[in-house]
Nanobody, 125 residues
């Protein structure tokens, strides 16, 4: 099982980035997918999730209205479109997968079955 996040980089405040998580080794449509982030010296924080059937999404209050999660089961990818980025969004972003959620549910807390390598997002002021 592999989850590989990409798309991170250095961007100025107010800018945009699109993160992509490519998964292999399992069938994506059976898993809810999550994005978490961890900034230096801070705890892991749930950012967004999308249910296995794509019907439900959730966002941390800090990113609502700025971030959008989506999934493409045919391509085995999950994306996170990030707009109006702020310096406080600076962190390593990880994608995670879990098969235990009901198909129309997801959550951005707790721990999940699989976690991939992260991608660093740096937002300069």
């Amino acid at each position: 099982v592999q989850l590989q996040a990409s798309g991170g980089g250095l961007v100025q405040a107010g800018g945009s980035l699109r993160l992509t998580c490519a998964v292999s080794g399992f069938t994506l449509d059976s898993y809810s997918m999550m994005w978490f982030r961890q900034a230096p010296g801070k705890e892991r924080e749930g950012v967004s999730c999308i249910s296995a059937n794509g019907d439900t999404t959730d966002y941390a209050d800090s990113v609502k209205g700025r971030f959008t999660i989506s999934r493409d089961n045919a391509k085995n990818t999950v994306s996170l479109q990030m707009k109006s980025l702020k310096p406080e969004d600076t962190a390593v972003y990880y994608c995670e997968a879990d098969s235990h959620d009901p198909e129309s549910q997801c959550g951005i807390d707790g721990w999940n079955e699989y976690r991939g390598q992260g991608t660093l997002v740096t937002v300069s002021s």
